[in-house]
């Protein structure tokens, strides 16, 4: 037998348990999987002796639907172990568009996806995965259709529900992008204009996703007190659809309490439906900045937003009711607290402010915090983001143990992100399974690889077996665990030894080989020079 790479004597992990052999590949693939195989030349050996070696891990929660773009190594990704990466999450994504939309889309998406190099020349989902495809990004890349750029494509930016015509021309918008290749469709209840959307809207959407039989994923409307009945509102929509449904970083905003009515509901769900859930493993979030103004601000599009956080009396309206929340409505201002959410992204001119909290930026402006966030809209023009605060860590190990979650990082690419963008993996794995043994190195994998791999029909990944795709992760266990901070967010995690994506080594003993391998799902073959 011949192997381009001969991996030897290594702790081998699947879902089962862990056994020591050799894994030869060839060809992209794994060949043979087995103590002392009988290889006669080999192009690498490498000594796994005291290694783990896992399959390519797979984030199910990942905003680097432009990043590839500008940074096609993606090396907070890769340097933890992710290989596949699944976009487009929250109803948030650059398709589909039309020319209309364009603008908007893009400047919606800046504090989330920020992107100079991107050349939004698509149009449809499949032209833009073709050009994903063409930028040569490092790691694998599944698309999930964003119920947001839908909407928007068919509707614009208005608060309303869609005729008869509109709702088919959404669906027939998302079939066709789940054609070009899409495993899932995503949706984000916070978002505008998807958060815009009723239950029947909703259903007409899930019955498309079901006839190709892809998940929804939501990010629910409301996960502080409404989170129990925003979780409940997808649940009746697969069950009526028959679509499964993911639900995407589940957790509690401030409210503890509801710990056990969480983890009965998810259980209880999984009995009617085909349910799934991620977490990230941390008790902050991260996202855009605007994600704090009351619903009404979102009508109409950025443009309208931006004229309404200048307009005097329409900021005093927001103002108040960021202190005061409004019926229904998650208001993170107040579950979190201005000492509590840090600034991670600004626009010039108001850059300084990265790294500060709103406390301190109304405490050096001598302005109150509400209108310190809208100050910062303004000057920045809608482009800025930020990481809240909302739960104990206590809370976060408890819905991991108890729930099963699968694992998204969430990671976004900001100047100073959340420490999840380069340590999820490893915590999950190095911290909650080698070290505190919360759960078992088997588990983790399950978590990490083989359960995100089934969600999406990824057949070919998710173990490490002859015949899969050769997306290997090599760890040193004594070492493998989280270093990012929320103060030191850049940094990258010990241990890693190796990583391969489809064959191909891309990290190599804590450093990138600048190799760009990655497949993207449905994108056309890539020319390479």
Known sequence: MEAALLITDAEVVDETGVRTADVAVEGGRIVAVGPRLPVESAGERIDGTGRLLLP????????????????????????????????????????PITDATLTSRRSYLRGLEPSTSAPWTWRSMGEYLDALQQARPAANMVACVPHSAVREAVMGNADRRPDAREM???????????????????FGMIYAPGLYADTAELIGIAEAAARFDVPLVPHVRNEAAGVLDSIAEFVRVCEHTGAPLHVSHVKLVGV????????DLLSSAQDRIRLTFDQYPYGAGSTLLSALLPPYAFDGGPAATLERVRDTAERERMGRDMHRGLPGWENLFGACGPENIVVTQAGAPRE????????????????DPAFAVLDLLVDTALDAAMIDHYSAEEVVREIFVRSGA????????????HPRLYGTAPKVLGRFALRDKLITIPEAVTRLAAGPARLLGLEDRGAVAEGRRADLVLIDPQRYVDTATYAEPHTTPPGV????????TVWRSGEHTGRRPGAVTGGSPRGDN
Request: aromatic share 4%; proline share 8%.
């Open 168 to 186: 088919a021309a959404m669906k027939d918008l998302v079939e066709e992008s789940l054609a070009a290749g899409c495993r899932a469709v995503s």
């Open 56 to 95: 390519g891990f797979v984030d199910l929660h990942a905003h680097s639907a432009l990043r590839p773009f500008d940074d096609p190594l993606l090396t907070p990704k890769i340097a933890q172990g992710f290989t596949t990466e699944l976009i487009c999450p929250d109803g948030l994504g650059p398709a």
């Open 497 to 504: 030894e190796l990583v391969t994506v489809g064959g191909e």
């Open 352 to 367: 300084a402010a990265v790294s500060k909290t709103v406390a301190q930026i109304a405490g050096e402006t001598g302005t």
């Open 406 to 417: 699968l694992v998204g990082s969430d990671g976004v690419f900001n100047p100073h992100p």
């Open 256 to 263: 503890p309490e509801l710990l056990s009515d969480l983890i």
